[in-house]
């Protein structure tokens, strides 16, 4: 074989989009296992307290909800499922661990932003608009800041909603588990999910899927009844013990307003949002009812924090990838614009108490609203227009 042969033999393997990809892969690792190893980033309040603390406990064979062993403030008061699922990063030093976690919820973050565009290969210019917007969207700060979960419960709800055809139920149930690790996070989506799937399945699935959602939480909390069974009183006692903190949660604030009344308010509004809901999963596709049933969550749940609001990056993000005209695009992108700067400004103020920021995801979704009743009025006029006959003037 001649010289020649060779030379353009090795050009094709070397501009083969396999080999690019495998190099783009192994650049990426690279940087990730340096970032992991070295990147000086504050290890999160949330994180340390409620993940790795009860990790490392636990591989030390002591209660994982007893940190005050190792730490003077804080408690533990995450699910079990979560330390069950997540273990091993205890194996690891805090700011190891840390950074690692930060990199799990960086692939989440752009797994979020890829579903939610409900396409394969979305356009690239947009991909990485809307990928930066839910980057640098406040509660996305924080939420990294303090080393929080709720990415990782967003990423589950929508694996569950898009991809549970291709899921073995016991798959199904795990995903279930993991995002009930935060309970009122659930108090929508459960059940429209249920709805839907009663729908498409009969009631034994549904059946089948509950059995697979209790043997996945029983899976999912093996290790800590496994390495240390005498973990739940201290747990149940964290859990009581918590604090009630001002949070941004619409209960919190009309019970703020109106007392007693803002009470029954908030009821009211818990009843229709709960009938809007299972609307929503009965009349539409599940990759559409999710994104929906996640904002709703933001806006009703009994308790909630700013940084949960990461939740309505999946109803921004698919809206945006709507054939919508431009002035229903340019709403949503001016809603995003002037919410992070409002945010700001509150910051900038020194208004930094979290239930402060309880209009943020009121003011999100009234913006995706008035882009989908804009996209109606140009489709009515458009449809108008090409109804009306052609007059020629004589």
């Known amino acids: 074989m001649n010289a ?9 393997v070397v501009l083969s989009p396999r080999f ?6 192994g650049t990426i690792l690279v940087l990730l296992a340096l970032f992991v190893s070295s990147f000086p980033y504050p290890a999160g309040w949330d994180f340390r307290n409620n993940l790795w603390a009860p990790s490392y406990l636990l591989l030390q064979g002591q209660s994982p909800y007893n940190i005050s062993v190792i730490y003077e403030l804080g408690t533990a008061i995450w699910m079990p499922v979560v330390i069950g699922v997540f273990w091993p990063l205890g194996f690891l030093p805090l700011q190891q661990a840390s950074n690692l976690w930060w990199a799990i919820n960086l692939v989440a973050l752009i797994a979020i932003v890829w579903i939610s565009s409900s396409q394969k290969q979305p356009p690239k210019l947009l991909f990485v608009v809307t990928l930066m917007m839910a980057f640098i969207f406040p509660p996305t700060i924080s939420h990294f800041s303090l080393g929080q979960i709720t990415i990782l419960v967003c990423l589950a709800v929508l694996v569950l909603a898009n991809f549970d055809r291709k899921l073995h139920p016991l798959m199904i149930g795990i995903l279930i588990a993991v995002f009930l690790s935060k309970p009122q996070l659930a108090i929508f989506i459960l059940p429209g999910y249920l709805l839907a799937y009663l ?18 939480i029983g899976i999912t909390s093996l ?39 803002g009470t029954v308010l908030w009821w009211l509004l818990l ?10 999963w009965a009349k539409l596709p599940k990759w559409e009812a999710v994104v929906w049933s996640l904002a709703l969550t ?10 949960d609001f990461v939740l309505l990056i999946p109803l921004l993000t698919s809206y945006l990838y709507r054939d919508f005209p431009r002035p229903s695009r340019w709403v949503l992108y001016a809603g995003f614009v002037s919410c992070w700067g409002l945010i700001a400004y509150l910051k900038l103020a020194g208004l ?24 109606k009025v140009f489709a009515k006029s458009r449809a108008d227009l090409e109804s009306s006959p052609i007059q020629f003037n004589t």
């Open 4 to 12: 020649g042969v060779v030379k353009e033999k090795l050009a094709g």
């Open 20 to 25: 690019l990809l495998a190099i783009l892969v």
């Open 199 to 216: 729908r498409e399945n009969g009631f034994s699935q549904v059946f089948k899927i509950i059995f697979y959602t209790i043997l996945g």
């Open 223 to 261: 290790p800590l009844f496994a390495i240390y069974p005498q973990w739940i009183p201290d747990f149940v006692g964290n859990l009581l013990g918590n604090p009630t903190w001002a949070h941004p949660s619409s209960l919190f604030i009309l019970r703020a307003a109106f007392n007693n009344f």
């Open 271 to 280: 009843l229709a949002a709960f009938g809007v809901n299972l609307w929503l």
């Open 298 to 307: 933001t806006l009703i749940t009994p308790y909630v924090w700013s940084w």
């Open 352 to 375: 930094t108490s979290d239930e402060l920021n309880w209009w943020v995801p009121w003011y999100l979704t009234g913006m995706v609203l008035i882009s989908i009743i804009l996209d």
